[in-house]
């Protein structure tokens, strides 16, 4: 089992960046998919999930707006979108997949864990 993420860069403040998770080695399209980040000094963060369809996304409300979730069952791979960024969405952005039931906000309810990418904002 194995999720890659990549896309995370330097961007300025009000900037976009577009994450992607590619997922190997297991069903997909069963698997309800999260968004977490972590900045140096704090804890795991949710920011936010998307339903194994995609037929349901929920994000955290600091990111509501600017970030949007979606994925693509067909190349096993989910994305998050990220605009108008702020220098405290800086951290290193992981994405999770919860291989059965309903989605979750809570990193300890996720099975799989990629290896992050880290996302700077800065001018």
């Known amino acids: 089992v194995q999720l890659v993420e990549s896309g995370g860069g330097l961007v300025q403040p009000g900037g976009s960046l577009r994450l992607s998770c590619a997922a190997f080695?297991?069903?997909?399209?069963?698997?309800?998919m999260g968004w977490f980040r972590q900045a140096p000094g704090k804890e795991r963060e949710f920011v936010g999930g998307?339903?194994?369809?995609?037929?349901?996304?929920y994000y955290a409300d600091s990111v509501k707006g600017r970030f949007t979730i979606s994925r693509d069952n067909a190349k096993n791979t989910v994305y998050l979108q990220m605009n108008a960024l702020k220098p405290e969405d800086t951290a290193l952005y992981y994405c999770?997949?919860?291989?059965?039931?309903?989605?979750?906000?809570?990193?300890?309810?996720?099975?799989?864990w990629g290896q992050g990418t880290q996302v700077t904002v800065s001018s």
């Open positions: 080695g297991f069903t997909f399209s069963n698997s309800a």
């Open positions: 999770a997949a919860k291989y059965k039931g309903r989605g979750s906000v809570w990193p300890v309810d996720y099975d799989y």
């Open positions: 998307i339903s194994w369809s995609g037929g349901i996304t």
